[in-house]
C-alpha cells in the first residue's frame, strides 16, 4: 500500500488476555518503529527494528511485551497478560534505510487498545 | 539523537503567522532537522526538514540559522485546522527515533 497499515484499529480486550497488533511498513522501508501514546501523553518509544540487525528493545515497559518481523517487512507487536494501563494507541511507524540523514519516518493510523 | 528543547504551548489567533523555536545547542555535523505534526486520535505527520538556511513547501518554511543550535518552524496565516501538536527532532535516522514534547498549538477564532 502506499502509506503504513496497522491492524486492527480498535481492540477491546479483557484484562488478562494476549493482544496482538500487526504493522504493515511502507514497500522498501527497511527500519520499523512502535510507539505507544496514552491519552493526552507524548509518544513513547517502544522497539525499533533496522534491516536484519537485532532489534532495539530498549523501550519496551515489560516483559509481557514482545515484538518481531519476518522477513524485514511486517511486525507484530504482543502484550501477554493484558493489563489495563497498556490501554493507549500503539504507533507503528518506516522509513528508509538508517545511517542517512535526510530520511522521513512515517506513521500508521494505529491501533486503539482498550484493556477492560 | 541531539536533545531538543521548545515551548510547551503557545496560543494564536487564525489569520496570523506563528513561528515556533527549537533549541538544539549539541546537533552534529551530519544531522538532519524535522518538524512533525500531530493531530488528536492520529499518528504524526510530517511537515518539514532541513539542514540548513531556509527550507520551504506548501504548509510551512523553516528557518535554520548559520550555527544550526536553533530553528524555526514558520506556519504562515494559520487557520483552526492548525491546533495540534507540533515535534521538533535532530537526528540521524539510524537509531530508536525519541519524541519530546512537543509545542501544544491551539488557534482561536
Known amino acids: 500500500g502506499a502509506g503504513v497499515s496497522q491492524s486492527p484499529s480498535n481492540k477491546v480486550t479483557e484484562k488478562g488476555k494476549d493482544v496482538e497488533l500487526r504493522c504493515d511498513p511502507i514497500s522498501g522501508h527497511t527500519a520499523l518503529y512502535w510507539y505507544r501514546q496514552s491519552l493526552g501523553q507524548g509518544l513513547e518509544f517502544l522497539i525499533y527494528?533496522?534491516?536484519?540487525?537485532?532489534?532495539?528493545k530498549s523501550g519496551l515497559p515489560s516483559d509481557r511485551f514482545s515484538a518481531e518481523r519476518t522477513g524485514g517487512s511486517v511486525s507484530t507487536l504482543t502484550i501477554q497478560r493484558t493489563q489495563q494501563e497498556d490501554s493507549a494507541v500503539y504507533l507503528c511507524?518506516?522509513?528508509?534505510?538508517?545511517?542517512?540523514?535526510?530520511?522521513?519516518?512515517?506513521f500508521g493510523e494505529g491501533s486503539w487498545l482498550t484493556v477492560v | 539523537l541531539a536533545k531538543t528543547t521548545q515551548p510547551i504551548s503557545m496560543d494564536s489567533y487564525e489569520g496570523q503567522e506563528v513561528n515556533i523555536t527549537c533549541s538544539h545547542n549539541?546537533?552534529?555535523?551530519?544531522?538532519?532537522i524535522t518538524w512533525y505534526q500531530q493531530f488528536p486520535s492520529q499518528g504524526p505527520r510530517f511537515i518539514i526538514q532541513?539542514?540548513?538556511t531556509k527550507v520551504t513547501n506548501e504548509v510551512a518554511s523553516l528557518f535554520i540559522p548559520a550555527d544550526r543550535k536553533s530553528s524555526t518552524l514558520s506556519l504562515p496565516r494559520v487557520s483552526l485546522s492548525d491546533t495540534a501538536v507540533y515535534y521538533c527532532l535532530v537526528g540521524v535516522w539510524a537509531s530508536k527515533i525519541i519524541f519530546g514534547s512537543g509545542t501544544r498549538l491551539s488557534i482561536r477564532p
Open positions: 549539541n546537533i552534529a555535523t551530519n544531522d538532519y
Open positions: 532541513g539542514y540548513k
Open positions: 511507524a518506516s522509513s528508509l534505510a538508517g545511517g542517512l540523514s535526510g530520511n522521513t519516518i512515517y
Open positions: 527494528f533496522q534491516g536484519n540487525s537485532a532489534p532495539d
